[in-house]
């Protein structure tokens, strides 16, 4: 298995004897390993490679700040996933590790190996015979074989090398970044100082300055490639060859470290488990099923009750790990190695030693080399992220500290240029940058989030004062998100801005108010920052209780100025002490920057209260919810599918397919787990499959060209195969760390190049019919998922991404008609004072017995938003066979208006809700005809463009649309929606006529108009986001078609 990546097979490499004839090259190597036991050498060679992946030498920890692989690739990944579980995209990825091309020593009797290149690996798989004497031969303690200790240690310091090397790791570089943002808070002149981190010598080495991408690519992709190559020498030095005869190869190793090292410590640590997890429950299994039948189906032949207790055993276990909701990794690991062990068991003329059951473990029988393989690829893939020469710690946490630090410092940033620019006398240009770097932004939050999700917490495991930096930054990230969504809306009204002589004359009276605020906010919030990102409030620097204290009091005196600024200069400019039609704008954008200072002095004070709103979940929390949600069932369409693709490659592999497979081949049906399509990813199961091909035709055939042409018996041939192997990773690993389309293919073009690479000079063996039956069993089990695929049809993606569209836009109108009360049987009684048809049905006239209050609907439109803009990306790689092409251009117009739509009704609820009037001005608001009219109308047309939205995007062929004639002559002869002057006014004259005029405001958060003002230009946004998504609806050449048809009938 180890040298050639799939347990459909296993190699020879994951043998312990010596080859005959030792050359004489060889004979030193041979004197020194004679004198040792064999136990000894075993012990002492495990521990070197594990110790010297501990050993060595860190430098100071410096992560890049905004890692732009995760900006770029937040949406695709899943790096945002919530519980403590890797994305399914990164499991996906993880497992295909253990199905790759495989030498398969267990064969039928007469039958050719399949892969002779194994004799330069130096090491063959014991015989039965062979087992039998050294189970005899070998120590015991406690009734249980020395080796079964040797596991033992290896599994368990393993692990505690991992957890140890990532904790303290993880610690140290979050300190060192605190120490490094505490140095630089501010400038001489005492503005906020923009944080720069500085980088390592590797990242200076390739550049960060020129390319920030390149660079941490480059740094993740070279260590990769530097272990690999050291791994590789046993292969071309003979005098360490022997490290490969003791159960397990470093060949193995590499493919493990391949697919198991991503993104960041976190990432890469979670893979390692789940990596480690599905090898040993297989192992564990085929250890009870050897232990029962020691010999397998050798001894009774096909049919027997050893063969009976096989299939038994087999269809069992893999039933349980279809049905059961199993995370995805540790499925396909599991699933990949039952097929091939239970093979070997029911193969009569298999040749290959098992131990038989747990107190007789050998390390050199066939299921535990492997196990061991797999620890020590894992701690070799968790270590280098943690300590590597010149290079820094490359942990989630540490990029969550500097993203969280660097939007505090970019919020504060645009407003200060936004004021500038707002204040100004005419619009300019730079209001298209700022919307770019509100973008940017953006981006940012969203990386921000994916560092704070399961990858985090597998650094800190909830534990000590990293888990208290993990709670607080994902706090400040939600206030973070908060204060973004009323700037970005901020942003968009500067858009819409006249600048009108009352708007210059209105701005030039509060500019230095809200350039006030605006420095006092930005500071508080950085300092805020810093503090979350160390953990809390501390008596040093910055983040003194009583240097925070004294800012929020700057804060709230800059608040209640710019509110007596603003009420006179309202009343100055505009002749009144309520909203204009004329000054919705200017209302709107000096209530965002109040709230944004409101946000901010709220954040500061619970950082103040140094407690924690973020539940904590421990190791033994995490393990007891992992496994309730392994008891629940993955579904039917799941199930049916992937038994159906899995069990006809096993029969297929079983049987052997003529002079293709030979019979009893494990690797087809070990191939097909990590084939599995998740339901609704239909799309990326396809490119998968051909991704899967591509790598495993071009690693093999790039793999066996590189070793022909340069691996010599020679120096310069052991040079040039070293450094063969560290480019050809480095490449390789760059692409799967790089390309969002081909990063699959760079993965497997590492893991089997290193198959075909990583052989001795003696072995020539490596011919082009071994390359040829990789890519024939590969292909086997490609056609054999698709036909499960085909059966058993998965669900289409633009389907899903419609429905979740639709979900989406339900929950919007569903808010609009919350917070105007539109439904009102329930919502709200009007109670008259006397007969309403002799008095006037002014607001005096109601009084309010009962009304809801505001309810938030901001988390279900992210949560729908996210998960259809997944789906979406999925759609386009969908096969769609007779129907037409995905919309795709259609689709990202209207996702993106939708969530336009939904950010406006969360700015509106939140507008009201941190208001200080009681809901006062709500239920004004509520109670207006104009209003109310408004808001019917809005929400009427808005249902009417969803619902059409979603039957264009799941109409799938090129005839006319078929809906009601009515319906879009009706749409095609309403106007735009908007809110015109005349409304506006009356608007404001029925809410406002019902409420006081404040004299006296602590912050323009709290007054009426403002809030008002808001809910006019949110639903001023929402109505052009619907207009925008009908206009391109009424484009489409169907929905034209079906009104061209109707006018040819009618005539």
Known sequence: FGSSLGPGRLPSTFGSHRQEGTPSSQLEAAYWTSSMSSSSKRVLIIAVVLLSAASVEANRPCVPKGDPKLVSKLDALACDAPESEVPASHLMQVNSRVLQRTTRESKSAGSKPLNNSDDGMKGKTVSPAEGKDHLHSIGRFLGFTQDFWILMVVCISGCVVCAFATIASVAFATASRIAFFRQMVFTEEGRIQKPVLERS???????????????????????????????????????????????????????????????????????????????????????????????????????????????????????????????????????????????CFLNPGDTTHYSPGITNILLEGAAVGPLVGTVIGCVLSVVPLCLWPLGTTLCALGQAQELAVEVAWSEGNLWKHMIKNYTGKERSVIVDKLLGECLANKHRLDALAGCLGANSWWECFDLGRTARIRAQLSESCKKLVFMHDWLRSAVRTMFDEEFEDHHDELMEIVAPQLTKLSDLTSRLLYRTTLAAAEGGVTPL??????????????????????????????????????????????????????????????????????????????????????????????????????????????????????????????????TTAYLMASDGAAGSAIMKNIARFQGTAGGSLLGQLIWGTVVWCSVWGTIGGVASMLIFEYFAMFLYFSSANFGYVGVLLGAYGAEHLMISCQSGDDSTSNVYSVMQEQM??????????????????????????????????????????????????????????????????????????????????????????????????????????????????????????????????????????????????????????????LTDRASKVFLLAQKMLTHENEMALPISAAVTDKMMGESSLKISDEDAKLIIEEVMGTLEAPDRLGALAEDDACQLAVVIQMLRNTMANVNDIQDKLFCQPELLAAKGNRRVKSA
């Open 541 to 670: 620097g910055s983040t003194d209780p009583d240097v925070l204290i004294t800012d929020v009091k700057k804060v709230v005196e800059a608040q209640e100025e710019l509110a007596t600024a603003f009420l006179s200069a309202r009343r100055k400019v505009y002749g009144s002490n309520n909203v204009t039609t004329d000054s919705i704008s200017e209302h709107f954008f000096v209530a965002a920057l109040s709230l944004y200072g409101q946000y901010t002095t709220q954040f500061a004070e619970y950082m103040l209260n140094n407690e924690t709103t973020i539940d904590q979940t421990g190791i033994l929390g995490a393990l007891w919810s992992g496994l309730k949600d392994m008891c629940a069932f993955t579904g039917w369409g799941f199930t049916l599918r992937s038994s159906i693709g899995f069990f006809l490659a096993f029969f297929v592999g079983y049987h052997g397919l003529a002079d293709i497979i030979t019979p009893y081949n494990g690797t087809p049906a070990g």
């Open 201 to 343: 010598f590797i990242q200076r080495m390739f550049r960060y300055d020129l390319n920030p991408l390149f660079a941490i690519r480059s740094d993740m992709a070279s260590r990769v490639a530097v272990v690999c190559a050291v791994l590789a020498l046993p292969y071309y030095v003979e005098s360490l060859a022997f490290i490969n005869e003791h159960g397990f190869t470093t060949q193995y190793a590499v493919v493990i470290i391949c697919f198991t090292v991503y993104q960041d410590l976190g990432t890469t640590l979670s893979l390692a488990w789940y990596n480690f997890a599905g090898t040993v429950l297989p192992v564990l299994n085929a250890l009870f099923m050897y232990g029962m039948y020691p010999e397998g189906s050798t001894d009774g032949g096909e049919w027997s009750a050893a063969w009976w207790f096989g299939m038994v055993d087999f269809l069992i276990v893999i039933i349980l790990l279809m049905v059961m909701k199993w995370p995805v990794g540790i499925r396909m690991f599991a699933v990949s190695w039952q097929a091939y062990f239970s093979m």
């Open 780 to 937: 086997l089990a490609i056609v054999a998922v698709t036909i499960g695929d085909l059966l058993i049809g998965n669900t289409s993606p633009g389907v899903a991404a419609a429905q979740t569209f639709f979900s989406m836009t339900e929950t919007i109108q569903q808010g609009l008609q919350d917070f105007f009360c539109l439904n009102r049987t329930q919502e709200v009684l009007l109670v008259g004072d006397g007969d309403i048809k002799r008095k006037s049905s002014n607001k005096s006239y109601y009084s309010f017995a009962a009304i809801k209050d505001v309810e938030f609907h901001r988390d279900s439109i992210l949560g729908d938003y996210s998960m259809a803009k997944f789906i979406g990306h999925e759609a386009p790689l969908e096969p769609r066979w007779y129907r037409t092409a995905w919309r795709e251009t259609l689709w990202n117009s209207v996702i993106s208006n939708a969530f336009g739509a939904g950010s406006a009704l969360s700015v509106m609820e939140y507008a009201v809700w941190e208001g200080a009037s009681k809901g006062l001005a709500r239920r004004s608001m509520i109670v207006s005809s104009t209003m109310e009219a408004t808001a019917k109308r």
